[in-house]
């Protein structure tokens, strides 16, 4: 069979009731985006030549927040039955080769396990996934006959006492030549204790005019887990984080702990990358070669250089690091902050919007926004630049070799020559030359004989 004549049907009509949300249940996150997009993935590894998706009544606000250009969406207005689901999919289908019915609250079938089915029906066959279950509860049940051949399905509200004593259970997944299934769907009814039209019951239509069924068992046993519930949704989502960090350990990070790991985004990392408990990544992160992150740490969109060190409890989000960088314990790196190699970032800083150059630090308790600093510059614990008037904000410019003092404020917009002095305290509200020492005057008095006060006893 050609990849050509295979197309991809993805239920997701289902309103997800236990969910007990007021988001519909696909759009819900898991591993950092919409659950649906999992098995759309999976699903275009395939190269299907249609890929269509059944969504609910409002399910369109849904089909407009997931991009997916390639989807066609199918409305299916009231939840008649799996079976009826399909049926709303089939205009958008053409009308040949191999249908793959996918799930979209079952988002971890591997593409393989879908190759399984798809190639079995490309041989004419009803291809059915199924899975023993040790507590089948809740499933339909695959019943066969006494020669082992599959018979039909029977979903657990209609079965009888020795069927739900059957343990084989139909997962959903199927695939199933175009022809058959228009025709076999033609002919369902809704005549069964919920009356729906089940997309099960068209096994038993195989079964009567004698169409092969063949039988696949996914690659892994939790493959299969549907989420309906919060509860199946967390499960699930420490089953696709424990997959990435295995994903990660084999391809050489070292991680203290596989199972404290939160990856919501696309993380890619250098040679010998160790990273510590409870550390969560989102968006696009790309560590270097050597790069440590201490424990606790949030990285959104970041880049970080060959070397550096992240310490424990700081928060970086939109912006790149250089190599050999230290930053935290504590740090906050905002969006637009860029730092070269060998910047020093301390505990209680505050950075955004800025480019800081090389060997620059800045360890203790500042705020640094809007600024340009250049290198081998020393900012002292307490600095504040002062980048908002209240309506607008200014930039700071540091230059070269400048050594700041404790405790000043940088009244943007304020430009500090290279090789500057600014002495502690100093409210910087004027340029500062290059080269030399500025400071507000002060002076200092103390008052001898000085009592402090005392509560009258
Ligand atoms: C269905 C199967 C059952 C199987 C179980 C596995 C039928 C009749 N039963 O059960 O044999 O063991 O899945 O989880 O097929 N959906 C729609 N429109 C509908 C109904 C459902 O799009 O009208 C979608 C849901 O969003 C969901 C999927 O189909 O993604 C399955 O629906 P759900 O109600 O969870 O499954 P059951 O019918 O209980
Ligand atoms: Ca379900």
């Known amino acids: 069979m050609t990849t050509q004549s295979l197309q991809v049907v993805v239920l997701a009509a289902g309103q997800g009731k236990r969910m007990n949300s007021r988001l519909p249940k696909v759009p819900h996150p ?22 269509a998706v059944v969504i609910g009544h409002g399910g369109e606000t849904v089909a407009k927040r997931l991009e997916a250009p390639d989807v066609a969406w199918a409305v299916q207005d009231r939840q008649l039955g799996t079976g009826h689901a399909v049926m709303q999919a089939l205009p958008k289908l053409d009308p040949a080769g191999v249908i793959l019915i996918l799930y979209g609250d079952v988002p971890r079938i591997a593409t393989g396990t879908m190759r399984s089915l798809v190639d079995a029906a490309a041989e004419n066959q009803l291809a059915l996934l199924t899975q023993d279950l040790d507590d089948p509860r809740g499933m339909g049940r695959i019943v066969r006959d006494a020669s082992g051949r599959v018979t039909k399905i029977v979903e657990e509200r209609d079965a009888t006492e020795a069927e739900r004593a059957i343990r084989e259970i139909n997962t959903g997944i199927m695939a199933v030549p175009f022809a058959k299934l228009s025709t076999w769907l033609a002919g369902l009814g809704n005549d069964n204790a919920q009356g729906e039209y089940y997309l099960t019951d068209i096994v038993a239509a195989a079964v009567a005019e004698r169409f092969p069924v063949a039988v696949r068992q996914p690659q ?238």
């Open 220 to 457: 892994s046993s939790t493959e299969c887990l549907g989420v309906n519930s919060k509860r199946e949704l967390a499960r699930v989502e420490r089953l696709l984080q424990l997959d990435r960090a295995h994903a990660l350990l084999d391809a050489g990070v070292t991680l203290a702990d596989p199972a404290r790991i939160d990856v919501r985004g696309e993380l890619t990392c250098g040679k010998d990358v160790h990273i510590d408990v409870n550390c969560v990544f989102e968006g696009k992160v790309a560590l270097g070669e050597g790069v440590t992150i201490g424990a606790n740490c949030i990285l959104r969109d970041v880049t970080v250089g060959d070397g550096t060190e992240i310490r424990p409890f700081s928060l970086l989000e939109e912006a790149s690091v250089g190599a050999n960088a230290k930053i935290g314990p504590y740090a906050r790196l905002r969006p637009g902050t860029e730092l070269a190699e060998d910047v020093h970032i301390g505990n209680f800083v505050e950075v955004k919007a800025s480019a800081i150059a090389a060997r620059s630090k800045v360890n203790h308790l500042s705020y640094i926004g809007d600024s340009t600093v250049g290198q081998d510059v020393n900012v002292g614990a307490g600095t504040i630049t002062c980048n908002y008037d209240g309506a607008h904000k200014h930039r700071t410019v540091i230059g070269d070799r400048v050594h700041i003092g404790s405790d000043v404020q940088l009244v943007a917009p304020v430009t500090i020559g290279d090789g500057a002095d600014i002495g502690a305290g100093t409210t910087v509200f004027k340029d500062a030359p290059a080269g030399e020492l500025t400071l507000n005057p002060k002076s200092q008095v103390t008052k001898p004989g000085w009592k402090r006060p005392e509560k009258k006893k």
């Open 30 to 51: 898991l591993g950092g985006r919409p659950m649906l997009l999992h098995i759309l993935e999976s699903a275009r590894r395939l190269a299907p030549s249609r890929l």
